[in-house]
């Protein structure tokens, strides 16, 4: 064969040598430098692993700059949800402390229900706005109301009831009678049976002696008589419905709760269910 077809350029072995020499980098001496770090290959395992990971929707990395590096959109989602919450929850804090809200609060519910809130009470005791003389004459007036009527109200409320009306520039002497109107209607009171026609109340506690009985006029009275104390005496009913405790002359009883009637224009007291018969100088009290 002709030997047109070959190259005409001939190139030796250390021209070839050389070419690939210039390739690499040499050291000063003019030897080639050979890199010794030794090159890693995934394995078979991990480059599968890898594709899948690549095509999975999930996988798919998102450059966009309102992503959060380096996880998947469901985790995304989830700590997006969890900042908003703390962010809510931080605005509803501050909130709460700015000054005057919980006063605001108050007038916007007031204002729906229709009503103005109650003026607060005050507490304070009026007797500490008397003066030094004021208040020994309310000491002194309150100890002789409490001795007068007892099983009421306790001595330091009595006080305080009258030291009130004479803050409110009442007069002592006024202000004791009303306080002891105010006291024999109060509940547990032992009322003066001189007073129990002018006591404001339907039901009355008294104390004193049976002084006497007599026959009851109908069958459905267990007993009738009149029980006396040092302002007076009333006639009392005791309904045999009642089932209570037969009383006997010359006995001390109390009738706590007992109704007040009205015949021909003189009071007289009935003991009924709801009442009580109470024996003080038994120590004890008896109901039936």
């Known amino acids: ?31 080639p430098v050979v890199d010794e770090t030794p090159e890693f290959e995934a394995a078979v395992e991990q480059e599968t692993q890898a594709k899948v990971d690549a095509n999975h929707p999930d996988g798919i990395a998102d450059t966009s700059e309102d992503r959060i590096h380096g996880v998947t959109l469901e985790q995304e989602e989830r700590i997006r949800a969890r900042e908003a919450e703390l962010e809510r929850i931080s605005a509803q804090a501050e909130l709460g402390t700015q000054e005057g809200r919980e006063q605001r609060t108050r007038e916007v519910v007031s204002e729906l229900c ?26 002194k007036q309150a100890m002789r109301i409490s001795d ?10 009595v006080a305080k009831q009258l030291a009130e009306k004479v803050q409110r520039g009442r007069d002592v002497t ?20 001189a007073d129990v026609p002018d006591v404001p109340v339907g039901e009355v506690t008294v104390q004193g002696e049976i002084t006497q009985l007599w026959d009851p006029s109908d069958t459905s009275i267990s007993q009738v008589g009149l029980i006396e104390d040092d302002s007076g005496k009333i006639k009392f009913t005791i309904w045999e419905a009642s089932r209570k405790t037969v009383v006997s002359e010359g006995e001390t009883v109390r009738f706590r709760a007992v109704k007040k009637n009205w015949y021909q224009g003189r009071c007289s007291i009935a003991i009924t269910g709801w009442s009580r018969i109470e024996f003080p100088e038994r120590g004890r009290w008896w109901e039936e």
């Open 114 to 139: 229709g009503r103005d809130e109650p003026a607060p009470t005050e507490r304070t005791d009026p007797r500490e706005k008397l003066t030094q003389d004021e208040l020994a004459k309310v000491n």
């Open 1 to 31: 064969m002709s030997s047109n077809n070959a190259s005409g350029k001939v190139v030796s072995v250390d021209e070839q040598a050389f070419e690939k020499a210039g390739e690499q980098a040499v050291d000063e001496d003019g030897f």
């Open 148 to 157: 007068e009527v007892k099983g009421g109200w306790s001595r330091a409320v």
């Open 174 to 193: 006024k202000g004791v009678l009303e306080t002891l109107e105010e006291l024999k209607a109060a509940p547990g009171a032992i009322v003066p049976i």
